[in-house]
């Protein structure tokens, strides 16, 4: 489950405004339960809440869990059953089984502040973005919400620039042609592809195909495909190595605008962040 920045945020806001409040959290889940373990949220002593457990009827059933907790000022775990007939009476329609861990939190406790911001400082996977276009202005703002940490590379400064890409955590002005004089890539990296032509695509797969990044999608036609596969192989990479490459990238949900191909790239990362 990758960490809620936001919501750490938000708890170390409400302790810095001397309130108490209960940080609820998902500690096991089985069957089909709507949220899996990891998932977290904040409950105020006047209901309010940030952050979810699962949505409907288990979730206000929690979050009327943790007044109690707040009342008496502390902490216990309890479960709930969601499946047949029990989840019908919490009008639930999933199955499975969840327990959660209700901790109340004093403002004054510095330990759980520190673990907030310790979370809120802590980097989610790193997404590559090679080319600056359109999509990639679309992809970012989405990532950066998901909490992935997202770092654009292009070689025009106009396009690799951080007022367009206020989230990113850097833009990379740089050549295409030597990308290792500006990154190193990790096994935990995703890789997105998607500049301005076949020829700077190319230049790009072939060093980023000896990286061990976990991801790499390319944009593009099954034409454009093909034609760079072919170089490739011609270059002496292995079919395997080719068959790294993911493209056309992301999920295939019909996508055609940039808008509605970011999301289907940000639904692939999200798939592939949890294999």
Do not use: W
């Amino acid at each position: 489950m990758k960490n809620d920045k936001e919501l750490f945020k938000t708890a170390m806001h409400l302790m810095e405004e001397k309130t108490n409040f209960v940080f609820a959290a998902i500690t096991e889940s089985s069957g089909s339960a709507p949220r899996k373990a990891g998932a977290n949220m904040i409950i105020l002593p006047d209901g309010t809440t940030y952050g979810t457990v699962g949505g409907g009827n288990i979730e206000y059933t929690a979050s009327k869990d943790a007044l109690q907790a707040i009342e008496n000022q502390q902490s216990f775990t309890k479960d709930y059953d969601l499946s047949n007939r029990k989840a019908a009476e919490l009008g639930m329609i999933c199955g499975g089984r969840v327990t959660i861990l209700f901790r109340y939190i004093s403002y004054e406790d510095r330990s759980f502040y520190d673990y907030c911001l310790e979370e809120t400082n802590r980097q989610g996977t790193t997404v590559y973005i090679f080319g600056g276009g359109h999509v990639a202005q679309e992809l970012v703002p989405v990532l950066n919400h998901l909490n992935f940490t997202c770092i654009v590379f292009d070689d025009r400064p106009e396009f690799a620039n951080p007022d367009i890409f206020p989230e990113a955590e850097k833009c990379i002005v740089g050549s295409f042609e030597c990308l290792n004089d500006y990154i190193e890539i990790g096994p935990q990296d995703f890789v997105c592809i998607m500049t301005r032509g076949h020829q700077f695509d190319y230049l790009v797969e072939k060093q980023i195909l000896k990286t061990p990044a976990s991801y790499i999608g390319v944009m593009g036609s099954r034409s454009k495909t093909k034609i760079i596969r072919e170089k490739l192989l011609a270059d002496g990479f292995r079919e395997e190595e080719v068959g790294r490459l993911k493209s056309p990238i992301g999920l295939d949900i019909k996508a055609e605008t940039p808008a509605e191909i970011a999301i289907s790239i940000a639904g692939e990362l999200i798939q592939k962040s949890y294999l």
